[in-house]
């Protein structure tokens, strides 16, 4: 099993603050997806990193792949109450990925007004 | 549109009692999947399917069986509830191996008392 440790567990700030969450494993994946989950409801893919390296943007998140393919980072710059939720990074382990994704245990994150 | 869709939303078991969880997507997707969700742990992979007749175990399979008669339906089945299957079980979809979104269902909320 490719184990995906996740920090921190819990986060709670400010709004307008900036933040960083990170996930890291020992193993190399394909791809790495974050997740953003609100109470009640499944997991919604944030965005999906392929390259090492890569850097994807989306609107005040930015996402990061590890050079190496074994961790990823998020960073939320003005952080709002609207960003508040579960965040889940996603390691895809080979070509067959598809549904088989191994998970971090997850952020909660909570924004303050 | 649908999506993949999970019944029931909520249901409390008796230690010893079975059911079936239902999973159905409408997006002719090949790859589905069923996770638990605890506290603290993130999603836990507990069995997929890569297409119609063909399934396999995942991180957490004991306790759970599936089929896959169609491509629509994966449904889960408990086959004796125990405590320690209280949990929310999501079930997901995704298009096809490699990098991929998968989309999640609502979830299953289920306490076994």
């Known amino acids: 099993t490719q184990l995906l440790e996740q920090s921190p567990q819990f986060l709670s700030i400010q709004e307008g603050e900036n933040l960083t969450v990170y996930c890291n494993s020992s193993s190399v994946f394909s791809s790495l997806q974050w997740y953003r989950q609100e109470p009640g409801e499944g997991p919604v893919l944030l965005v999906t990193?392929?390259?090492?390296?890569e850097v994807k943007k989306l609107k005040r998140l930015t996402f990061q792949f590890g050079d190496a393919r074994k961790d990823s980072s998020l960073h939320i710059t003005a952080a709002q109450p609207g960003d508040t939720g579960l965040y889940l990074c996603a390691g895809a382990p080979g070509e067959t990925s598809g549904s088989r994704l191994t998970f971090g245990e997850g952020t909660q994150l909570t924004v303050n007004p | 549109n649908a999506g993949v869709t999970q019944t029931p939303k909520f249901q409390v078991l008796k230690t010893g009692q079975s059911m079936t969880l239902q999973c159905a997507q409408d997006m002719n997707h090949e790859y589905m999947s069923w996770y638990r969700q605890d506290p603290g742990m993130g999603l836990r992979l507990i069995h997929y399917s890569v297409g119609a007749g063909i399934t396999d175990q995942g991180e957490v399979p004991n306790g759970y069986n599936v089929s896959r008669s169609t491509t629509e339906d994966f449904p889960l089945r408990l086959l004796s509830a125990a405590p320690s299957q209280t949990s929310v079980y999501f079930c997901a979809s995704s298009f096809s191996p490699g990098v991929t979104e998968a989309f999640f269902g609502q979830g299953t909320r289920l306490t076994v008392v």
């Open positions: 990193v392929v390259t090492g390296g």
